[in-house]
């Protein structure tokens, strides 16, 4: 026991006659630590940009809220003829009137046909 934990802490497994085989799991190990390092780095980046993301769109419907209310004021008749005032332009006295236009039933292709 005492000879396999010193020759482990003296690395004598890397230069045996069988050491090509640990050198190759080496490598295999460093590559695979390697690949997971460069993976979590794209996985965080992702979230950054998540997260980056998610802000702008918090931040825009805010805007859009805050537009949506100002277009709401705007469109106020009191607001529109309050703007049009300073133009001598004032609302009619008169209300609207509602036109009603009747149409003629459409002749069928028969119909014209003996006309």
Do not use: C, H
């Amino acid at each position: 026991m005492k000879k396999g934990i010193y020759s482990i802490l003296k690395a004598r497994f890397l230069v045996n006659e069988d050491a090509n085989k640990n050198w190759r799991f080496i490598v295999f190990i460093i590559l695979i630590v390697l690949a997971m390092i460069a993976n979590t780095n794209r996985y965080e980046q992702k979230v950054f940009k998540i997260t980056e993301l998610t802000n702008e769109v918090k931040e825009l419907r805010s805007e859009f809220v805050d537009r949506r209310s100002e277009l709401m004021k705007l469109r106020m008749e009191s607001t529109v003829s309050e703007k049009m005032a300073a133009k001598a332009i004032f609302p009619s006295s008169v209300p609207p009137v509602k036109i009603k236009v009747k149409q003629e039933k459409e002749k069928g292709f028969w119909d014209k046909l003996w006309q």
